[in-house]
């Protein structure tokens, strides 16, 4: 458990670090962009501000740009700390399993481990059914948008704009550690019945036993898998067979250009 408390503890600092980035180069793209709808908003208010068309667009437009970049800046915190939240979640999720199924196979299976694990999946179907009317909408921006971004950085090379190059690998930056995650908890929860399996079930009394067989059959369920509405369950086969798409799409992008 102490080494996934550092790994979390690094996860946080890295998508915190990478948050600003993206920050700063959606900033940049917005600012060094050179709009012309203040021109022409500032033109249509000409019989308001009289001769003051230069100086309104001005305020129109960096008005708009602050605006711009408050709401992204909420907008990227926002959602990358979700993203890491529900990286921690389950990463511990899956530890505790772990640690649950270690204690039964140096011990004899009691109520208090089969209450630890009540409790435990209590959890993670909480998690999920707060999580999985979420996801769509994570993976859209994770997912859709970087396919696009990539589409144009391919296409327009160095030429690229800075949002694009920025959103381009978000890809690999969220969809990809969900899917290793969700992965990583069904493996605990199998892990977890193999362990239970491996104890010193022969030892025990009758009573113990169908306890102890409870508590696997429950830890074979799927109920607190990571998984969205619509999209199933994100484990290692929908990366990859979501990359195989991805790239599929790139390679006949590139073949037409």
């Known amino acids: 458990m102490a080494a996934t408390a550092r790994r979390c503890a690094k996860l946080v600092r890295f998508y915190e670090t990478y948050a600003w980035l993206v920050e700063a180069a ?21 019989p308001l501000i009289g001769t003051h068309q230069k100086f309104t667009a001005n305020v129109l437009r960096w008005g708009f740009l602050s ?38 196979q ?12 009540s409790v435990l999946t209590q959890a993670a179907i909480s998690v999920d059914a707060a999580v999985a009317p979420l996801l769509p909408q994570v993976l859209i921006v994770s997912v859709v948008v970087p396919l696009l971004c990539t589409v144009e950085v391919v296409l327009n090379g160095v030429e690229a704009d ?40 022969l030892e025990e009394t009758v009573q113990r036993r169908k306890m102890r067989l409870s508590m696997v059959q429950l830890s074979r369920g799927h109920g607190g898998d ?32």
Request: glycine share 8%; with cysteine; proline share 3%.
């Open 26 to 46: 959606v900033a940049v793209a917005l600012v060094f962009r050179k709009p012309t709808w203040q021109d022409h908003l500032a033109a249509w208010m000409e």
């Open 226 to 257: 990571l998984r969205g509405w619509g999209i199933g369950t994100l484990d290692r086969k929908t990366c990859g067979s979501a990359l195989k798409s991805w790239f599929s799409f790139l390679q006949v992008l590139m073949s037409l250009q």
């Open 162 to 201: 800075l949002f694009a190059v920025g959103m381009a690998p978000l890809v690999l930056f969220v969809f990809v550690p969900f899917c290793l995650v969700g992965d990583g908890m069904a493996y605990a929860r199998v892990r977890f019945a193999d362990l239970a399996g491996a104890g010193p079930w």
């Open 106 to 117: 140096t011990r004899p299976c009691d109520t208090l481990l089969a209450r630890q694990q």
């Open 67 to 104: 605006f711009q970049l408050f709401v992204g800046l909420c907008a990227v915190l926002s959602d990358y700390t979700l993203v890491v939240l529900i990286l921690v979640i389950y990463l511990s999720l899956a530890d505790m399993y772990e640690g649950i199924g270690e204690a039964l």
